[in-house]
C-alpha cells in the first residue's frame, strides 16, 4: 500500500476518524512552515467529545464549509476519552496538519492538550469546553470559543417561567427538576443561570429540585430523573432544565415513564440541534422548547479564525462567547431553516 493512503487509512482504523480531503494530503509534512512555503493546502483538525451527538455533527458540517469556502483540508476525528485524544493530536501532526479545534472529553486534559500541541507547534482553539489548569481554573491562556453559559441559562429559566404563567400551574402543585453536570464549568453555569431566572421570577428555591447525572447523555439524565420522580411524589407539575438537549430529552423521557402527561410537563433544553426529532413529533412531548445555540459560531468561525491564524499569523481572541435564541414547534422549522440548519 502506497504511504499516501495507508496512512488515513491507519487514522481512520484506529480512531473512527472521518477523514476529508485524504487524496490531498501529504503524508510527510511534519513541518507546518515548510508545507505552507512549497503551496500545500493548509490541514486543521476538527476533534469532538461525542461524536454521535447532532451538536457536534453539525459544527463539523459547518467546519467542512469554511474548509470549502476557504480552501483548507480538515480532519475530523471522534477522541472519547484521554488516550484516543492524545493519539488523535500524534496523528493529526504526524500528517502535517497546522492546528486543531477541540472539545475535550475532559476539561482537566486541558495542560497536556496545550503542552502536546505546544510540542508539535500546532495551534490550538478549544470550542464550548473550556480547559481547566492544574490549579482547577479555567486556562486563560487557551484561545477558546464557547456559550455565554448563564445567559443561555436565564434564556431557559425565562421560558419555563412563562410556559408555567401560561398553563396555569398553581406554583404548589409544580417542581423544577434541573439535571446537573456540575463537574463541568459550561454546564454548571447553564443550569445555574435557569434556576436563578426562575428564582428571580418568584418561585421558590425549595422547590427546585437537583438531578445530577453521572454521564452527560440522554440515558443518563433519565437514571438520574427516575430517581427524583420517586423521591418527589408530591409535585404534579414538573419544569425541566439541563445543560443541553440530551438532558432534557432523558428527563422528559423519564417522566413519560412516570405516567406523566405532556401537558404536566415543560422541558426546555439547550442547543436546539439535538431535538428537532422531537419537536417534530405529531403530538406535543414535554419537551417544549430549547435555546438553539449558533453551531455556525462554533463550526465555522472557529475553523475560519484557526485558519487565519495559521495562514496570516492573525490571533483570534482569546475569549468568544456566543449566545442564540429559543425556539419551540411553532417557529423552530422557519429559524433552522433561516439558519442553514435545514
Ligand atoms: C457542551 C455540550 C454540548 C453543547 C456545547 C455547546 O460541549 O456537551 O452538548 O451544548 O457545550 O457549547
Known amino acids: 500500500m502506497k504511504p499516501s493512503l495507508f496512512r488515513p487509512f491507519v487514522i481512520a482504523a484506529t480512531l473512527g476518524v472521518f477523514l476529508t480531503g485524504c487524496a490531498k494530503s501529504s503524508p510527510d509534512a511534519a513541518a507546518p512552515a515548510a508545507a505552507a512555503a512549497s503551496g500545500t493546502k493548509i490541514k486543521l483538525g476538527f476533534i469532538v467529545k461525542q461524536p454521535e451527538e447532532p451538536w457536534f455533527q453539525l459544527e463539523w458540517k459547518f467546519a467542512d464549509q ?6 483548507f483540508d ?3 476525528i471522534g477522541a472519547t476519552d484521554g488516550e484516543k485524544t492524545l493519539s488523535a493530536i500524534n496523528n493529526l501532526a504526524a500528517g502535517g496538519a497546522q492546528g486543531f479545534v477541540i472539545c475535550t472529553p475532559d476539561v482537566k486534559l486541558g495542560p497536556a492538550i496545550a503542552k502536546s500541541a505546544a510540542e508539535h507547534n500546532l495551534k490550538l482553539i478549544a470550542v464550548d469546553d473550556r480547559f481547566v ?8 491562556n487557551v484561545h477558546y470559543l464557547g456559550l455565554s453559559a448563564r445567559k443561555v441559562g436565564a434564556n431557559v429559566g425565562n421560558a419555563l417561567n412563562a410556559e408555567m404563567k401560561a398553563r396555569n400551574w398553581p406554583v404548589a402543585e409544580t417542581g423544577v427538576c434541573a439535571v446537573t453536570f456540575e463537574e463541568l464549568d459550561t454546564a454548571k453555569e447553564r443550569t445555574e443561570g435557569a434556576i436563578e431566572a426562575l428564582t428571580t421570577a ?9 438531578a445530577p447525572q ?3 447523555d440522554i440515558p443518563g439524565a433519565r437514571d438520574a ?7 418527589h411524589p408530591e409535585v404534579k407539575h414538573w419544569l425541566i432544565c439541563g ?9 422528559v423521557r423519564s417522566t413519560e415513564g412516570r405516567g406523566f402527561a405532556a401537558t404536566d410537563v415543560i422541558g426546555v433544553g439547550i442547543n436546539g440541534t439535538d431535538c ?3 419537536l417534530s413529533k405529531s403530538s406535543p412531548t414535554g419537551f417544549f422548547a430549547s435555546n438553539l445555540n449558533s453551531a455556525k459560531d462554533h463550526g465555522y468561525n472557529t475553523a475560519k479564525m484557526l485558519f487565519e491564524w495559521v495562514k496570516d499569523n492573525k490571533e483570534p481572541p482569546l475569549d468568544t462567547r456566543t449566545t442564540g435564541m429559543i425556539i419551540n414547534r411553532s417557529n423552530f422549522m422557519q429559524v433552522l431553516k433561516d439558519q442553514g440548519i435545514r
Open 202 to 210: 418568584g418561585f421558590p428555591a425549595d422547590k427546585i429540585f437537583k
Open 214 to 216: 453521572k454521564t452527560s
Open 74 to 76: 480538515l480532519v475530523k
Open 66 to 71: 469554511a474548509a470549502a469556502d476557504l480552501g
Open 243 to 251: 445543560m443541553n438537549d440530551s438532558a432534557v430529552l432523558g428527563a
Open 133 to 140: 489548569g492544574s490549579d482547577g481554573q479555567p486556562m486563560a
Open 276 to 278: 428537532i426529532d422531537e
Open 225 to 231: 430523573v427516575n430517581i427524583l420522580l420517586v423521591q
